[in-house]
């Protein structure tokens, strides 16, 4: 690092203070300031925040690591992005109807308290046993590789960058809720798109050019079917990323993350109306387009680069491992100044991921735990407790990272596989509650309660045969919940807590038509289907046509 490089990151820190310091002095006594920002977000806002909040360092190092080990394989949960397009068009309407700040508040409207609970459980646990401390975990490896810092005060550097990089994100988290990570998105967001830019820029021009990244890529062969590394839609028989597997899997997780999950929804939830809310995510999904190129690709460049042997800058170019790709890209490629624009950029991903993170996980407690128990609380003692909270959440993140630690280089595949088990209960209880006005709250509680019965059998099998292996063929246990591909698997448990959202449904009492009104397919009033209806126009439907034909060129190019 050179001074310049120093100057740019001083640079864009001062930019940073003076947005928090801004937000800070904004007005924000109420659940609905802190947590949504006041609900006056514009698109420009929600779309920045929705990709920044997404774009974290298992971006940079886990999906860029998968470029350099797997090539295209891990691309299907990336351009499955369009699926934004459906919580702006089909959810936006239901949520901004129910006038609730989370996810979980949803669910208690449209089922029970009883399904409220479960879900801010699910998601509390899910955040801080994988999304801070995996994005922390990541984050410390990657500032080391960055500055080439092994010990610092004669302690490990990466605990000084996690610790330090949690401290000044949950700060500013903690002062201006989620005016801060609105605000901040919108400076972070373009850096971290300009940045990782010049790096594929740079990368291809060190290779020779794209042509030459597939020539290279194209001969690597990942499995006994014929396969490459260029090859999105792969073998049935792959024992990773077969096709169809893959296919559903990605869209099962798809679903779950972009339109039920609290750690996106929420940055929608903060729309100044339907109309903001809705082109929010049509600017979110254009550029949610953009990762592959900007992460998985840099990645695939780095493994050529180290295949070939090129000489980058006056050295062979060497890869010590697949997670280290963008990284060392960073360190290798770039000259002064421009280098410190992209340790900016990570810095924007990084600090944007957690303080979505954050704010979403103090809004969860906060509402969904603490003011059902004490509804007549003071509003602005409701803030306090969020940012208490917030710093809970940040010390558990924290005390958990030794154990992320061992996780080493499998970083994206880890959260794929839990969320592959997390999300089918949550995607039926939701998906069946908006287009069935049979379901009842039964239904949706008891499908919630077998998705989370399912996916923690299945990873308590995973770690237990993982530690102890046996070759037991007649184990149908074992083969169901250990043996079994996790995308197909993930499918199959979609199907199932479907069933048992409809047979509970069927067994008990029919919802009453009062309470589920406006929340549900066929119950909207003509004032709500008039409102909605003017929220939107021609030009939004060709956006998202346009995104949707970019996603089909994608599949088609790469297949």
């Known amino acids: 690092m050179d001074l310049l490089d120093w100057v740019v990151i001083g640079l864009f820190a001062l930019a940073l203070i003076m947005i928090i310091v801004w937000v800070s002095r904004q007005k924000q006594n109420t659940a609905s300031d802190y947590f949504l920002g006041g609900k006056d977000a514009t698109w420009i806002a929600i779309g920045a925040s929705i990709f920044a909040s997404n774009i974290g360092s298992e971006h940079l190092i886990g999906l860029a690591g998968a470029g350099a080990s797997s090539g295209m394989a891990m691309a299907h949960w990336e351009i499955q992005g369009w699926m934004i397009l459906i919580l702006g068009w089909v959810f936006v309407p239901f949520y901004t109807r129910s006038m609730v700040y989370t996810m979980p508040e949803f669910l208690e409207r449209r089922y029970n308290g009883a399904s409220r609970s479960i879900l801010s459980i699910i998601s509390l646990i899910s955040y801080v046993l994988t999304k801070v401390a995996v994005t922390v975990y990541a984050g410390g490896l990657v500032f080391q590789q960055v500055f080439g810092i092994d010990t610092l005060w004669g302690i490990d550097f ?50 020779g050019g794209w042509d030459e990244m597939m020539r290279i890529c194209s001969i690597e062969v990942v499995n006994d079917y014929g396969d490459t590394m260029t090859n999105l839609i792969r073998d049935n028989r792959d024992a990773n990323y077969p096709w169809l597997g893959a296919l559903i899997g990605s869209a099962v997780i798809g679903f779950w993350y972009w339109c039920t999950d609290q750690f996106i929804v929420q940055r929608v939830l903060s729309g100044k109306n339907e109309k903001e809310s ?15 190129f900007l992460f998985l690709i840099p990645g695939m460049i780095a493994f050529a680069l180290h295949h070939e042997g090129i000489v980058v800058n006056g050295e062979v170019f060497k890869l010590s491992t697949p997670d280290a790709a963008f990284p060392t890209l960073v360190a290798k490629l770039l000259p002064a100044g421009v280098k410190g624009l992209i340790v900016c950029g990570i810095l924007a991903a990084l600090m944007s991921s957690l303080a979505s993170l954050f704010n979403s996980s103090s809004a969860l407690f906060t509402i969904d735990f603490y003011q059902r128990f004490h509804p007549n609380t003071d509003p602005k003692k ?24 061992s996780m080493g280089d499998v970083l994206y595949n880890y959260l794929q596989e839990v969320q592959s088990v997390l999300a089918p209960g949550i995607a039926a209880a939701f998906l069946m509650g908006i287009v069935w006005k ?34 037991d063929g007649g184990n149908y246990f074992k083969f169901l919940f250990y043996d079994c591909n996790w995308l197909f698997f993930c499918g199959w448990m979609l199907l199932f807590c479907i069933a048992v959202v409809f047979v509970v449904s069927l067994c008990t009492k029919a919802p009453d038509q009062k309470k589920i009104q406006g929340l549900v397919f066929g119950t909207s009033t003509p004032e709500q289907r008039l409102a909605t209806r003017q929220s939107w126009n021609a030009w939004d439907i060709v956006n998202s046509i346009i995104i949707l034909g970019i996603t089909v060129a994608f599949y088609i190019y790469f297949w």
Do not use: C, H
């Open 158 to 207: 990466f605990w000084i960058a996690a610790i330090g990089l949690v401290l000044i994100t949950a700060l500013y988290t903690v002062i201006g809720g989620m005016k801060s990570v609105l605000y901040t998105s919108v400076l972070q967001t373009p850096i971290l798109l300009l940045g990782s830019l010049i790096i594929l820029v740079l990368g291809l021009k060190a290779l």
């Open 382 to 405: 409701l803030v306090r407790i969020g940012q208490v909270a917030t710093v809970v959440i940040v010390f558990l993140g924290i005390i958990w990272i030794p154990v992320m630690r």
């Open 278 to 292: 809705r082109r929010g995510t049509i600017f979110g999904a254009y550029l949610k387009l953009l990762p592959v």
């Open 438 to 471: 049979r379901a009842t709250a039964e239904g949706g509680m008891w499908g919630l309660i077998a998705g989370l019965a399912i996916g923690i059998t299945r990873l308590s099998a995973k770690i237990w045969y993982d530690f102890n292996p046996i070759n």
